[in-house]
Nanobody, 124 residues
Framework: QVQLVESGGGLVQAGGSLRLSCATS????????MAWFRRAPGKEREFVAA????????YYADSVKGRFSISRGNDKNTVYLQMNNLKPEDTAVYYC?????????????????WGQGTQVTVSS
């Protein structure tokens, strides 16, 4: 079983930065593709960014390209989301997800494990 734990959320002013982390308390994540999704109040869950198990491939939603960066720790057991130039519309609960299967990295249904989420609030 893979248990994912997110951290790093908080309250920040527009234009500020936050770094989210996702770590496992169980099986190693080194062979899992990872992703971040988010759900804003009253909206559907949406894809934010994804990274392959090897870290060679990354994917981003158009709304965060050039502002967010996904990466893996050297041991590949931690995944980070560096968020710069944050906007009020980035306010959401951010979820970390892991998958072992081949699937579209932007599709939530392809992911096998999910964290509990961490709140990010961007004030204007």
């Amino acid at each position: 079983q893979v248990q994912l734990v997110e951290s790093g959320g908080g309250l920040v002013q527009a234009g500020g930065s936050l770094r989210l982390s996702c770590a496992t308390s169980g099986r190693t994540l080194s062979t899992y593709a990872m992703a971040w999704f988010r759900r804003a109040p009253g909206k559907e869950r949406e894809f934010v960014a994804a990274i392959s198990w090897s870290a060679r491939n990354t994917y981003y939603a158009d709304s965060v390209k050039g502002r967010f960066s996904i990466s893996r720790g050297n041991d590949k057991n931690t995944v980070y989301l560096q968020m710069n130039n944050l906007k009020p519309e980035d306010t959401a609960v951010y979820y970390c997800a892991a998958r072992i299967r081949q699937a579209d990295p932007q599709e939530a249904r392809g992911y096998d494990y999910w964290g509990q989420g961490t709140q990010v609030t961007v004030s204007s």
